[in-house]
């Protein structure tokens, strides 16, 4: 049951470019959906989020991006600096009647010095 | 920032063993997650309880599963009786509002090896 796929499982960037992270979903009824960073030996931290209403949601560097009609999500950081290297999770759930995050395999982001 | 605590931070136990892993939510966070990630795959959804009750469950929480508040500031998950592949990170999370759309806060998790 993958309803969230994320197909890259890993991107590399050089430090100061775009980092692109793409997410791709299946169930037409998600109208949330959430970006979570994860380091090593610690817990997914929330880091932006967007409502299916929107199809653009910035804060700072990041940007999310939603296009409903093809299903598919995408994370932006500009620019990319080395401490963003992580796994990346996007999530996605309704705005309500759950309480559950359906969450993608993640791509992990190396960004090059 | 407030965080969400567990512990142990790693646990090894035998196949057929009880452990219980706990969590220390925020403190006026009144949802309650727990959630697992099998090594190489996807996090996925255990469970969420709110007013000291499960609210929700998924397909994998089953009867070997459950999760108290055993007072105002823990939230265990009970595995009664380990099997190898229960293996897992286990991560609890907590939240202000249930609805899913508010983000929730994770702790560091709990690595359960099942040998």
């Known amino acids: 049951d993958q309803q969230v796929k994320q197909n890259s499982p890993s991107l590399s960037v050089q430090e100061g470019r775009i980092s692109i992270l793409n997410c791709d979903y299946t169930n037409s009824m998600f109208d949330y959906f959430l970006w979570y960073k994860k380091y090593p030996a610690e817990g997914p931290t929330f880091l932006i989020s967007?409502?299916?209403?929107?199809d653009k949601n910035e804060d700072g560097r990041f940007t999310v991006f939603l296009n409903k009609s093809a299903k598919h999500l995408s994370l932006h950081i500009v620019p990319s600096q080395p401490g963003d290297s992580a796994v990346y999770f996007c999530?996605?759930?309704?705005?309500?009647?759950?309480?559950?995050?359906?969450f993608g395999t993640g791509t992990r982001l190396k960004v090059l010095a | 920032e407030p965080e969400v605590t567990q512990t142990p931070s790693h646990q090894v136990t035998q196949m057929g063993q009880e452990v219980i892993l706990r969590c220390v939510p925020i403190s006026n966070h009144l949802y309650f997650y727990w959630y697992r990630q099998i090594l190489g795959q996807k996090v996925e959804f255990l469970v969420s309880f709110y007013n000291n009750e499960i609210s929700e469950k998924s397909e994998i929480f089953d009867d070997q599963f459950s999760v108290e508040r055993p007072d105002g500031s823990n939230f265990t998950l009970k595995i009664r009786s380990t099997k190898l592949e229960d293996s897992a990170m286990y991560f609890c999370a907590s939240s202000q509002t249930g609805q899913g759309a508010g983000g929730y806060t994770f702790g560091s998790g709990t690595r359960l090896t099942v040998v």
């Open positions: 999530a996605a759930t309704l705005a309500s009647g759950t309480y559950k995050y359906i």
């Open positions: 967007i409502s299916s209403i929107k």
